[in-house]
């Protein structure tokens, strides 16, 4: 049995999409007979599933995820246990003795309730990513938006724009709807750069289509493609990321947060905060003074069209 922790120094991190390491457990006879610290490979939410699946895992052990990145791990044959904070060895133990219960889907980003319900501890520091790639991160809007439209992770190996928020029964109508499928894609703005391919690290995405576990406009396209079929499309701000959104921009108290980690605090970094029901979401340093944190909850690519090349892979019925 080889079991998955999502990782960073020692700890259980709390955001699965966003994790940049996982510690791998091989597991005989019920005890651990050895285990090593892997990278994600730039990966993301249902992308991660796809990573986990090819490395032979049987089970993940972490903290928060949503909805579009459990149907991709159930669909890929991972048991998940979620809600686990603490030493990764010793959630690994209290695994193996039965003793940890699953909080299940605890991770819905699209409550940005910002003014109020935000708590200021961290849910981990990453630091800024240069390129605007990895089609990742969060904007915070309805259901039908961002992560919830797309995003995966703020790495650069996204996942073509899939949700981590979604996932479950089909919200669109299409011959595919409901199926698990495989897809390859490259995405790129209007000048022609290049934000994402899943071509490049030579291995397709899985994911539920028609469940809201990707962006809009990219979902609708595969809906009703059939196994083999390669597509163009353009992808407005609505059918994508969303608009860009004054609204996400939220202004806390430096205080909130330990005062070492404001040190460390640069404008630019990415970090997760907590709203009132301890949920983590992605947000950027906007701006640093003295006694106030400006941060910017938008999705990186929130008001941007984008643009995709879209290759059906596979459908599994």
């Excluded at 599933?49 to 049987?58: F, P, Y």
């Excluded at 790495?155 to 949700?163: K, L």
């Amino acid at each position: 049995m080889r079991i998955a922790v999502t990782y960073e120094d020692g700890q259980v991190f709390q955001h699965f999409g966003h994790t940049e390491q996982f510690k791998v457990y091989e597991v005989e006879d019920g005890k651990v007979v050895s285990s090593e610290v892997i990278g994600t490979e730039g990966a993301g939410h249902e992308a991660l599933a796809t990573l986990l699946s090819g490395k032979e895992i049987d089970a993940l052990i972490c903290g928060g995820l949503g909805g579009g990145a459990m149907a991709a791990l159930e669909a890929n044959g991972i048991e998940v246990v979620a809600g686990v904070k603490g030493d990764t060895d010793a959630a690994v133990e209290a695994y193996l003795k039965g003793e940890l219960e699953s909080t299940g889907v605890n991770c819905d980003h699209h409550d940005h309730e910002h003014g109020e319900g935000h708590e200021g501890g961290h849910c981990g520091h990453h630091g800024h990513e240069e390129s605007e790639g990895g089609c990742g991160g969060c904007h915070g809007g309805s259901e039908d938006d961002a992560e919830g439209c797309g995003g995966c992770g703020d790495s650069e190996g996204g996942c073509g724009g899939c949700s981590g928020c979604h996932g479950g029964a089909p919200i669109m109508e299409g011959k595919n709807a409901g199926k698990k499928v495989s897809v390859h894609y490259k995405g790129t703005f209007n000048d022609g750069t290049q934000f994402d391919a899943s071509y490049d690290r030579g291995e397709p995405i899985t994911y539920i289509c028609g469940t809201g576990m990707m962006i809009p406009g990219f979902d609708l396209a595969v809906v009703n493609m059939e196994k083999g079929d390669i597509v163009d499309v353009h992808l407005t701000p609505d059918q994508a990321y969303g608009e860009y959104n004054e609204d996400y921009v939220v202004v806390v108290d430096a205080d909130e947060f330990p005062a070492e980690e404001v040190e460390k605090l640069k404008i630019g970094d990415r970090v997760f905060l907590q709203d009132g029901y301890g949920r983590a979401f992605p947000v950027v340093v906007k701006e640093l003074a003295d006694d106030k944190i400006t941060f910017d909850g938008n999705h990186e690519m929130a008001g941007k069209e984008l643009n995709f090349k879209i290759e059906l892979v596979d459908i599994f019925d």
